[in-house]
T-cell receptor
Framework: RKEVEQDPGPFNVPEGATVAFNCTYS??????FFWYRQDCRKEPKLLMS???SGNEDGRFTAQLNRASQYISLLIRDSKLSDSATYLC????????????FGAGTRLTVKP | NAGVTQTPKFQVLKTGQSMTLQCAQD?????MYWYRQDPGMGLRLIYY???????DKGEVPNGYNVSRLNKREFSLRLESAAPSQTSVYFC???????????FGPGTRLTVL
């Protein structure tokens, strides 16, 4: 089993739609979780951290479910500019330099 | 601030050739990283340098060497390139105590 797994998509949604991505992780002792965004042929950039209590930033909400070992990202009122690949990132408990990336979920928002 | 810069942006090598990928950051970060990204796979850590003067292996270090030249610069060397090393290589850095990593624009490497 991969350490971090994501549905690769693609998710094709109309503008204004709500879309959610899930990501599962294998190491139950992992403590730190993030969502990164990667535009086509560009570098990844931090979108948001995922806290145990959940985290909201404008139209974006990230949640953590430790019991089921998954994190989620919800995007409300999708914009064309949200089209990108969303990478789930987990930091394992044994080394906080060794970030583990999921393969990414591709989102296309259409007019 | 330029952030994290990488050179070259593109490179084509023949099997067996060697080359060095350069990375520099101007954010005074202690930690620097090299990743590779392949289609259908997440970024995978090749090597990292938690602080100036130290380097450690990541998930996929075979076939690579690194040098932390100073606090700003961290290079990745392929001694004898193989087609399996065709990939996009990203350098990243982060500050101590903060998990966010800042990435360079990447180097697209093709090994024929």
């Amino acid at each position: 089993r991969k350490e971090v797994e994501q549905d690769p998509g693609p998710f094709n949604v109309p503008e204004g739609a709500t879309v959610a991505f899930n990501c599962t992780y294998s190491n139950s002792a992992s403590q730190s979780f993030f969502w990164y965004r990667q535009d086509c042929r560009k570098e990844p950039k931090l979108l948001m951290s995922v806290y145990s209590s959940g985290n909201e930033d404008g139209r974006f909400t990230a949640q953590l479910n430790r019991a089921s070992q998954y994190i989620s990202l919800l995007i409300r009122d999708s914009k064309l500019s949200d089209s990108a690949t969303y990478l789930c990132v987990v930091i394992p408990p044994y080394n906080n330099n060794d970030m583990r990336f999921g393969a990414g979920t591709r989102l296309t928002v259409k007019p | 601030n330029a952030g994290v810069t990488q050179t070259p942006k593109f490179q084509v090598l023949k099997t067996g050739q060697s080359m060095t990928l350069q990375c520099a950051q101007d954010m005074n970060h202690n930690s620097m990283y090299w990743y590779r990204q392949d289609p259908g796979m997440g970024l995978r850590l090749i090597y990292y340098s938690a602080s100036e003067g130290t380097t450690d292996k990541g998930e996929v270090p075979n076939g690579y060497n690194v040098s932390r030249l100073n606090k700003r610069e961290f290079s990745l060397r392929l001694e004898s390139a193989a087609p399996s090393q065709t990939s996009v290589y990203f350098c990243a850095s982060r500050d101590s105590g903060i998990f966010e990593q800042f990435f360079g624009p990447g180097t697209r490497l093709t090994v024929l």
